[in-house]
Nanobody, 122 residues
Framework: QVVLIESGGGAVQAGGSLRLSCATSGPIWSAGGLFWYRRAPGKEREFVAS????????DYADSVKGRFTVLRGDPLGTGYLHMYNLGPEDAAAYYC???????????????WGQGTQVTVSS
């Protein structure tokens, strides 16, 4: 069974930085696009950043461009979200979402992590 686990959240002051990690456990044959989303209290879940399976194309929400960087790492299925110059508006639960194929002849299925909380004090 594939499980995504986020970590790295915490409490920081405005202007601070955090690095979120997304680790994948379970049978992974191939990893597809990696996405980060967030949900603040009382708000809808929103897209934050993504990186394609070739590590060539990234995309960011306008609100985080120039401050956040999405990366892949090792082992397969690992991802990161580097967050700089955080502000109170960035406080939310952050979730990673990734397409995973568990066999060479299987299709990709998207999995969600349980989320990691980011708190920013002004």
């Amino acid at each position: 069974q594939v499980v995504l686990i986020e970590s790295g959240g915490g409490a920081v002051q405005a202007g601070g930085s955090l690095r979120l990690s997304c680790a994948t456990s379970g049978p992974i044959w191939s990893a597809g696009g990696l996405f980060w989303y967030r949900r603040a209290p009382g708000k809808e879940r929103e897209f934050v950043a993504s990186i394609d399976y070739k590590n060539q194309i990234t995309d960011y929400a306008d609100s985080v461009k120039g401050r956040f960087t999405v990366l892949r790492g090792d082992p397969l299925g690992t991802g990161y979200l580097h967050m700089y110059n955080l502000g109170p508006e960035d406080a939310a639960a952050y979730y990673c979402n990734q397409g995973i194929a568990t066999t060479g002849c299987g299709s990709y299925r998207r999995y969600w992590g349980q989320g990691t909380q980011v708190t920013v004090s002004s």
